[in-house]
């Protein structure tokens, strides 16, 4: 089955420090693969896409086939990146199937 | 800058009732989806369009249909409202080909209270 697994349903991170969200997924071939983000009181954005290659707001996130991968990383966490993240996946179906989403909590 | 606009940001029915969900898209894109959003449970897809008259059913269809007779118009319905129904309804359109293609963009959401 295509899925897309984010185990963490909240992280806190310290301004300042750097931030990991994680994303697995389960596709045999080539994922396209989706970082959206909604923040508070607005609508659900994209983020990032891994075919762009491309950091958005210091974000970046690189697909790793062998672990199935695609985490979010950014090496300084902002109080303004305090939001709820998802993973998303096109699957076979040409539909975007999303994870559970994190809630990335920054600390002061 | 294109906009998905849902009609209703929030509603309230009762048991048995049935309900319309709006949504319309200015960019003339060729998919529409509905999600529902769930604390913990994230976005899980209801329906899917491709194009006019055109639908596929999502992961958890049950108890929804769906009514695409103008491209830019994606109807949710339920036709006999329950309280799990009671949701955030999430409506998004994405084109199929150029730079875009394949991202979704979201409308703001129908907050859904069915008592």
């Known amino acids: 089955a295509q899925r897309v697994t984010q185990p963490e349903k909240l992280l806190s991170v310290f301004k300042g420090a750097p931030v990991e969200l994680k994303c697995n997924y389960s596709?045999?071939?080539?994922?396209?693969l989706f970082w959206y983000v909604q923040y508070s009181r607005q609508r659900l954005q994209l983020l990032l896409r891994?075919?762009s290659r491309e950091s958005i707001k210091g974000f970046t996130a690189d697909l790793n086939k062998g672990e199935t991968s695609f985490h979010l990383k950014k090496p300084f966490a902002q109080e303004e990146d305090s939001a709820m993240y998802y993973c998303?996946?096109?699957?076979?179906?040409?539909?975007?199937?999303f994870g559970k989403g994190t809630r990335l909590h920054i600390l002061p | 800058d294109v906009k998905v606009t849902q009609s209703s940001r929030y509603l309230v029915k009762r048991t048995g009732e049935k309900v319309f969900l709006e949504c319309v898209q200015d960019m003339d894109h060729e998919n529409m989806f509905w999600y529902r959003q769930d604390p913990g449970l994230g976005l899980r897809l209801i329906y899917f369009s491709y194009d006019v008259k055109m639908k596929e059913k999502g992961d958890i269809p049950e108890g929804y249909s769906v009514s695409r007779e103008k491209k830019e118009r994606f109807s949710l319905i339920l036709e006999s409202a329950s309280t799990n129904q009671t949701s955030m309804y999430l409506c998004a359109s994405r084109p199929t080909l150029g730079s875009g293609a394949n991202v979704l963009t979201f409308g703001a959401g129908s907050r859904l209270t069915v008592l």
């Open positions: 596709y045999s071939g080539s994922p396209e």
């Open positions: 891994h075919i």
């Open positions: 998303a996946l096109k699957n076979r179906d040409d539909k975007i199937i």
